[in-house]
């Protein structure tokens, strides 16, 4: 398995974080060569797959309303969750993953994480990945920066250092944290989404939620289906 990389390559003698699954999932992990990587933004398998995930934040009542819309259309997301998102909603930690989704871990505070020193880079790394830990018995596998696309080297460095081998990125973005129609997210979306694909979207927009139905109706007349980063990179 193989996608973009950025920054330094290679392996970091840390420990695995263990993954978790809930529902009826089946428990995936990413293959050792993508966890060789530094990041990774798609898979190049060749499966008719791709993986759709969001950043964890905004109304917990819209993050519930999306994820009942993905398990209608039998799709299992990557929440990569804000650390004090969950310390106010802890409960939609064991939701995400009772529906058959996965976490991950999307800083603390969810500020420009790329400007900070390292050790408040660590800091905010370290902090969502307790929480995760608490909440879930595993701080989850994958790990995203907030407010880039791209981690820097430094970011990579701290991500290694808080035990997550390979940063998550991504190739689609149909801006949807701008509040455009649900209609134009899911045009964005499907104009731009392909076999590996990984998807940058968000909790707590409304017309997120709206545009979930078209968006998951578009892939499988396209043939791929929608599963998680762990089962993507597998």
Not at 42 to 51: K, L, M, T, Y
Not at 101 to 119: F, I, K, Q, Y
Not at 188 to 205: C, D, Q, T, Y
Request: hydrophobic content about 40%.
């Amino acid at each position: 398995m193989t996608g973009s990389i950025a920054g330094v390559s290679g392996s970091a003698g840390v420990a695995q974080p263990g993954a978790v699954s809930g529902g009826s999932a089946s428990p995936a992990s990413p293959s050792s060569r993508t966890q060789g990587l530094a990041e990774v933004d798609h898979a190049a398998s060749g499966r008719p797959q791709i993986a759709l995930t969001f950043h964890g934040d905004g109304d917990p009542q819209l993050a519930q309303a999306l994820l009942k819309e993905a398990e209608a259309g039998q799709a299992r997301l990557t929440v990569l969750a804000v650390g004090r998102w969950l310390g106010a909603h802890p409960e939609m930690a064991r939701r995400v993953l009772d529906g058959g989704h996965e976490l991950g871990n999307h800083t603390e505070n969810h500020v420009d994480v790329s400007r900070l020193s390292a050790a408040a880079a660590f800091a905010e790394i370290e902090q969502c990945a307790a929480r995760l830990q608490k909440l879930t018995g595993s701080p989850g596998i994958w790990f995203r920066p907030s407010q880039t696309q791209h981690a820097n080297p430094m970011l990579i460095e701290q991500a290694r250092k808080a035990g997550y081998r390979t940063v998550l990125s991504y190739d689609v973005d149909p801006l949807d944290y701008e509040d455009p129609s649900a209609a134009q997210i899911a045009e964005r979306l499907l104009a731009a989404v392909h076999p590996g694909a990984v998807v940058s979207m968000h909790l707590g927009h409304q017309h997120t939620v709206a545009a979930l139905p078209a968006v998951l109706a578009g892939l499988k007349s396209r043939g791929l289906a929608a599963v998680t980063a762990s089962e993507l990179f597998s």
